[in-house]
């Protein structure tokens, strides 16, 4: 079946410009995570959603970053006058209810803000 | 400090080697125990999760001391394909955040 996919892959911003993460976790999936990977680190939570409610944002770095998921399937991590130290993979994770610790983590995508 | 720490290596080792990798915790939120596994330029998959009574999955041996705050993993009979990041990743109570590690990279070596 299809797995948890990411849109765009690359995504090149000019510092100061708003951008727009898609993710579409994989169907019937309740739980949906969004981490922050920068070189040659571990991913970092930024925040957690459980169906269309958001149980967990406190590891979204500034009130730049928001996300929501208004139908609880689709996701879209949002942030707003990017700054460089924003350059980083963002990676999406769904999992089934009940099996938060079994992530299906997406491709990611590969901000650069210039 | 890191809440989870991990040996960032790079562990190079040759085929058929024995190899383990230590992870520490330090949040005594800690209550589940994961290792996922990252290769180059991939997404992180979970190899396996980590009981108090260990557990093994083929060549893997996964093993938690509570007492020492401490996670390893143990890989008999290296391939090739096991090389990649492992990461060590932590689930606290009472929230639904997973911390990982910077992770450990292990080459396998012909």
């Known amino acids: 079946g299809a797995g948890v996919s990411q849109s765009p892959r690359y995504k090149v911003a000019k510092r100061g410009q708003d951008v727009a993460l898609r993710c579409d976790p994989i169907?019937?999936?309740?739980?949906l995570f969004w981490y922050q990977q920068a070189l040659g680190q571990g991913p970092e939570f930024l925040t957690y959603f459980q169906n269309e409610a958001q149980l967990d944002k406190s590891g979204l770095p500034s009130d730049r970053f928001f996300a929501e998921r208004p139908e609880g399937s689709v996701s879209t991590l949002k942030i707003q006058r990017t700054q460089q130290e924003d350059s980083a993979v963002y990676l999406c994770?769904?999992?089934?209810?009940?099996?938060?610790?079994?992530?299906?983590f997406g491709p990611g995508t590969r901000l650069t803000v210039t | 400090r890191k809440e989870v720490e991990q040996d960032p290596g790079p562990f190079n080792v040759p085929e058929g080697a024995t190899v383990a990798f230590n992870c520490t915790y330090s949040n005594s939120a800690s209550q589940s125990f994961f290792w996922y596994r990252q290769d180059c330029r991939k997404e992180p998959k979970l190899l396996m999760s980590?009981?108090?009574s260990g557990n093994e999955d083929g060549r893997f041996t996964a093993q938690l001391n509570r007492a020492s705050q401490y996670i390893s993993l143990l890989i008999r009979d290296s391939k090739l394909s096991d090389s990649a990041t492992y990461l060590c990743?932590?689930?606290?109570?009472?929230?639904?955040?997973?911390?990982f590690g910077t992770g450990t990279r292990l080459k396998v070596l012909a």
């Open positions: 169907s019937g999936h309740v739980s």
């Open positions: 990743v932590v689930g606290l109570r009472r929230t639904y955040k997973y911390i």
């Open positions: 994770a769904s999992s089934l209810a009940g099996r938060d610790h079994e992530q299906y």
């Open positions: 980590v009981y108090s």
